[in-house]
């Protein structure tokens, strides 16, 4: 996704870093091109500074995101600062990718008033390969653009590095954080574990040895105790964009897979199309702003720039051809009241002569039983366009067999007799 400024970026760069000259004002512009729809851009020009001092030692910065795999997927959210990453890789830097897998195992307590669950080795691992395949959809993976390392590495160490580490940060500082502050007043449990996760997510920043570190506004603290974590083992301090907060689809709050408001970039593209177009009118212009790095054209109406962000997000996570076909289907589906030209077939078992229908749901779409009980008995499921009534959970499998179960407004299966 390079653009105009990127590439000029990039240019002076590597100008300077041939020249062995360090043109001030035009650092100062590269750094605001590349801060363009940060929040927080801090120590202000320290991004400036690292940009002239990086090429005049004739090296790409190194730009920091680490993130927790506590999640098997990510969401446009996380996209808006992966798309940050990718323009300073366009620009000619390393982006260093950090997968929490030690972390993940203490828990972001950022925005939290509880300790979150803690995850299994097993579940970490899946969500780790997951996030980072996912990941490369936006960031490039071109040798010397990006590194991936897993924090377990240098987290994993002796009592005597964890005791030193500890001894540089006092309580006080910690207690400065603002979900702490706020648990503290409520009179709150604060467990010690969830105090050591900024220390930890802080030495990350030495370990990888880091210029530039990112994450959305939620991540302020910890990113400023990146830089402390840097000055107390005697490194240079690294420099801080925080990204906002991408709104879900209702509009309201925050992008996230638990509140079932959010659009994830690996999703189908039939999916990913169709949920867009369900984002409120008045939310439009923070998505274009983020996500496609333009200004929403105030003058479009609501429905066709709804319909453009849909085809340019399938466009660029998946393929112009696969946003093409997402648009075609949409409209044979909800505008001609059609089913899908393509329909993937679900086999079933006949039984002893019944079919749990939310059995099968639940196999098909990855949704619980009970929650296909409860779409049946408020009319959200259909066969062949005739909707079931409620209580009609169990059905026979002549019934059944030949027929297009359609869930809610986008999900299809033809359904077979095994």
């Known amino acids: 996704m390079s653009n105009a400024h990127e590439v000029r970026s990039q240019v002076t760069v590597t100008q300077a870093g041939a020249e062995g000259a360090v043109d001030t004002a035009a650092y100062l512009d590269a750094g605001a091109l590349l801060s363009a729809n940060a929040v927080d851009s801090l120590p202000s020009g320290a991004l400036a500074e690292k940009l002239a001092s990086g090429a005049a030692a004739g090296r790409p910065l190194r730009v920091k995101l680490g993130i927790d795999p506590t999640a098997p997927d990510i969401h446009l959210g996380h996209a808006v600062v992966l798309r940050k990453l990718r323009e300073f890789q366009d620009a000619g830097h390393l982006v260093v990718l950090i997968v929490g897998d030690y972390t993940a195992r203490v828990g972001d ?6 300790l979150r669950p803690m995850l299994s080795e097993v579940e970490i691992e899946t969500n780790a390969a997951t996030f980072q395949e996912q990941a490369l959809k936006i960031l490039d993976p071109s040798s010397g653009r990006l590194e991936v390392r897993r924090n377990s590495e240098w987290l994993d160490m002796s009592m005597a590095d964890l005791l030193a580490l500890v001894s540089t940060t006092t309580v006080a500082q910690l207690l400065e954080r603002d979900d702490f502050a706020k648990r503290m007043v409520a009179s709150e449990s604060i467990s010690m574990l969830e105090l050591m996760y900024p220390l930890l997510q802080g030495y990350d920043s030495v370990a990888i040895r880091s210029d530039v570190e990112m994450g959305g506004t939620d ?4 990113l400023l105790m990146g830089r402390d974590m840097q000055r107390a083992y005697g490194q240079p301090e690294q420099a801080i964009l925080t990204m906002p907060i991408l709104v879900g689809t209702d509009g309201v709050r925050k992008m996230s897979k638990s509140l079932g408001n959010h659009i994830g970039i690996a ?4 999916e990913m199309y169709g949920k867009t177009l369900s984002i409120p009118d008045e939310a439009m212009g923070e998505y274009y702003r983020l996500l496609l790095g333009r200004e929403l054209d105030a003058s479009a109406p609501p429905r066709e ?13 998946h393929s112009p051809i696969e946003a093409d076909d997402a648009e075609r289907q949409f409209d044979r589906v909800f505008v001609e ?20 229908v939310p059995a099968l749901m639940a196999g098909a779409f990855g949704i619980s039983r009970s929650e296909a009980r409860r779409l049946i008995d408020r009319g959200g499921v259909s066969l062949d366009e ?9 059905l026979a499998p002549e019934r059944l067999d030949g027929v297009v179960l359609r869930v809610g407004k986008r999900r299809f299966r033809r359904l077979r007799a095994g």
């Open 305 to 317: 720039a709804k319909r453009e962000l849909a085809r340019e997000l399938v466009a660029w996570l």
């Open 386 to 394: 005739e909707p079931l009534g409620a209580g009609e959970h169990d």
């Open 109 to 114: 307590p950022s925005g939290r008033s509880t």
């Open 267 to 270: 999703e189908d593209p039939g």
């Open 219 to 222: 991540q302020k603290f910890n």
């Open 337 to 356: 009241r059609g089913a899908p030209e393509q329909i993937d077939e679900l086999l079933f078992e006949p039984g002893n002569g019944v079919v749990h």
